[in-house]
């Protein structure tokens, strides 16, 4: 069993390191990368504001790392955006500003996104400086340490990743990149943080053919076709993100894999939430949850004990989707 525990562990290690988030609070480096570290971050305001820390994480939007509000101790992250890999710009009081910057901005006060705190120009770069929860872990190293989480707990979860969006897209926003790694969890109070919105943009009803979030966590329309509309690639994402929380791993690693949109449960799981589940990975977009009430409207979300706590007869459920259907 060990060895078991071990070998899943290394895999999800592995799975990790080749995709780093930007945002991991669960562990950070050890190196301090100080050459590098002073060249990227070195402006006389943000070090007279703040003293940087460790590097936490890198990837195709920026560096982050920790750091050390000067004024009352308060712990942030420091992320470094380089302005070569600015692909969209938004608008901050009049001035053009990556558009990550421009969204933070507009969800200052939504309780379930991490907070902008501050923002600095570079001559190469911009350095956006948010709040820290501590302590917390992105909900891909809670999984990776847990395993798959019981259905109550995940229900839990869930229902406060979707909260939070209906906030996000209220706020005429869409995150593109809903996943594992851009929620922390607070150990403490078990509450959900989204992250991370480098690959963001403004929230429209016609179809969208630029796509910057994670492959695996990309809906089959995107994969085959190169477009998508806002709604329908959310709620796929909240599908792999619900099977990740009940089954301890995502559903699909291949482009194959996505489009063929075939599942395999875990015995020991409700039938009500394998509906979600299969509801919300529908290969037709059209047959996905048409919104996120819709998506609660399942009898999973009800609080009623026993539609978490009854698994279906039978074995294994899977389900299978014609390609091009």
Request: proline content about 3%; glycine content about 8%.
């Amino acid at each position: 069993m060990q060895l078991m525990v071990l070998l899943k562990m290394s895999k999800s290690l592995v799975k990790k390191l080749s995709k780093l988030s930007l945002f991991s609070f669960g562990k950070s480096s050890e190196a301090n990368c100080e050459s590098s570290k002073d060249r990227k971050l070195k402006d006389s305001s943000l070090e007279k504001d703040y003293k940087i820390g460790t590097l936490l994480g890198s990837g195709g939007f920026g560096t982050v790392y920790s750091g050390t509000r000067r004024s009352d101790g308060a712990q942030v992250a420091i992320k470094h955006i380089n302005k070569k890999r600015v692909t969209e710009y938004g608008k901050e009081n009049g001035r053009s500003v990556p558009i990550e910057i421009a969204l933070l901005r507009k969800l200052a006060g939504v309780p379930g996104v991490v907070q902008l705190i501050d923002w600095y120009e570079q001559t190469d770069a911009y350095v956006v400086v948010m709040e820290k929860p501590e302590p917390c872990r992105d909900l891909f190293d809670y999984i990776t340490e847990r395993g798959a989480l019981p259905e109550d707990e995940a229900k839990d979860l869930m229902r406060q990743a979707v909260d939070t969006l209906v906030e996000v897209h209220e706020a005429g926003i869409i995150h593109r990149d809903v996943k594992d790694e851009n929620f922390l969890v607070e150990l403490d109070t078990k509450r959900l943080r989204l992250i991370d919105f480098g690959s963001g943009t403004y929230y429209r009803d016609s179809e969208y053919t630029d796509y910057e979030g994670t492959r695996v966590y990309s809906p089959p329309e995107w994969v085959l076709w190169q477009k998508y509309n806002g709604m329908p690639a959310t709620m796929w994402s909240l599908g792999v993100l619900l099977y990740d929380l009940v089954c301890g791993d995502i559903p699909f690693q291949t482009d194959e894999e996505i489009v063929r949109s075939s599942l395999v449960f875990r015995e020991d799981l409700s039938s009500d939430v394998c509906d979600v589940i299969r509801a919300c990975l529908a290969f037709n977009p059209d047959d996905r949850p048409a919104d996120f009430d819709r998506l609660l409207s399942f009898r999973w979300f009800s609080d009623d004990d026993n539609t978490s706590a009854e698994a279906d007869s039978g074995s294994v459920f899977e389900q299978g989707a014609v390609i091009g259907a």
